[in-house]
């Protein structure tokens, strides 16, 4: 796929934008997970950490547990990663998607990629989007969206034609961040993530954002130039991307 690097004054697109109560938003956002499986069992599902996917995989979990869904053939890649925690650190993404999402479902372990943070170098970042490649693609990708309109962690300004690359965090997202450690300083200077390409070049993007704080960043988003300044603006141009808002991020469309 190609991405223009440059900035665009487009406004509007094909986003398909979706406001509603932020319980319906999980059980909408859902339907598309239920839908999506229903018609080819054995997808490749990009998954997101942070509080916004929290009621979704919540939803998930129960419609696994309800026998309504299955994972049991999906392959998952995960955005994102910090550098420098092990797996097993209680802060790591890996450890975030263990606990709220994979240890409750029927997802085979072995089909399970989130980038390292202990193995990484260009190399490792590398071997990432092969294994994206070699899985076929990612037919759906989950996003949550910063105040600064980072998806993953591409800080405003990554470009456009970023593929999985290291990245060192800015000062606000490490404050926003702050709140799952103990100290300001516990918060790791740097992240792995799938770069700007690697996430349009999805099938499927469902970014949702959740709460006022999230509400001049989506206008930004949805009604804003695509720029490289607003990371998240690019999902102007994919030709298939859901936007969840609740009332409150949505407050300004
Ligand atoms: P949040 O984080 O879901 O905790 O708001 C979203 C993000 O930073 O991508």
Redesign the pocket.
Known sequence: MSVPTVHSEKKGSNLNIIVDSRENIARRAADLYSEVLASKPDAVLGF???????DLYAELIARVKAGKLSFKDVTTFN?DEYVGLEPTHDQSYRYFMDKNLFEHIDLDSKRVNIPSGIAVGEGESAAYEAAIAAAGGIDMQL?????NG????NEPNTPFGSLTHKVTLTDS?IE??SRFFASRDEVPKEAVTMGIRTVMNARRLVL????E??AEIIKKTVQGPVTEEVPASVLQLHPDAYIFADFEAAKYL
């Not at 997101?48 to 996917?53: F, I, K, L, Q």
């Not at 980072?150 to 962690?153: E, L, M, Q, S, T």
């Not at 949702?208 to 709460?211: P, R």
């Open positions: 997101a950490t942070g509080s916004t996917p929290l955005l996003l949550g969206i910063g105040h980072h998806i993953g962690f997202t926003a961040n949702i954002a959740l709460g704080g999230k």
